[in-house]
């Protein structure tokens, strides 16, 4: 009987290759996580990944972003998303890509302080505008209310929606806060009394999670709600 083939069960991390790819995944979810590193004035050319232009695409030009307090001015194409001018030419990969269709809210952010899935519109539309993404919501000294009680209610398993989850929800707290009501708010002339669970899930059903960590999402929004 001949020998199974192993090369490519995903087990082997004796792999030179297969270990390599885990040092850099490793890295590159250390720096994703960690509060804003780049960039003032960042001035990018095309990511490396990106494809060759053809003669006819678009020229790329100069777009400049206040994104979590910091400017960058983006060399990129009319045709690129807000999320892949994040992820692929800002650097900033803790926004996540998801259904890149505005079914999943994976790659939700704040943009003017209202929250946005920044798959579904194109970078160019906001010249000039202030972006905060999840890397912005912690500071160097500590996590955000939300962040640490996602954490203390067990609020994501493997955690590729919370990014997302996390600016949904704090645009969502400001959101009530200015007295916006929602589709089950009871008299949608008048702000809602109280954020209920109700009010909460209907808030975020935009934001899907594939673990279903639904309930502890709730809750721990509840209590940043209840007790800051
Ligand atoms: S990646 Fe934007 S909504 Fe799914
Ligand atoms: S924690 Fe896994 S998708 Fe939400």
Known sequence: M????????GTRASNPGRRRFLQSAAAAATLGAAPHLPAEGLLMAQPPSAPASSPSAPPARPL????????????????????????????????????????????????????INSCLTLAVMHEGEEVTTVEGLATQE??????????EHDAF????????????????????GAGAASTVTQDVRHAPAALTDDEIRERM?????????????VAAIRVVHEHG
């Open 2 to 9: 001949s020998k199974p083939d192993s090369s490519h069960d």
């Open 64 to 115: 400049h972003l206040t994104i979590n307090g910091r400017p960058y001015t983006l060399q990129l194409e009319s045709r690129v998303t807000l999320l892949d001018a994040l992820r692929e030419y800002a650097g900033l990969t803790g926004t996540k890509k998801g259904c890149d269709r505005g079914q999943c809210g994976a790659c939700t952010v704040i943009v003017g302080g209202r929250r």
């Open 142 to 151: 500590s996590l955000s209310p939300l962040q640490r009680a996602f954490i």
């Open 157 to 176: 398993q493997c955690g590729y929606c919370t990014p997302g989850q996390l600016c949904s929800a704090t645009a969502l707290l400001d959101e009530f």
């Open 205 to 217: 059903s935009g934001n899907i999670c594939r673990c279903g960590a639904y309930p502890n999402i």
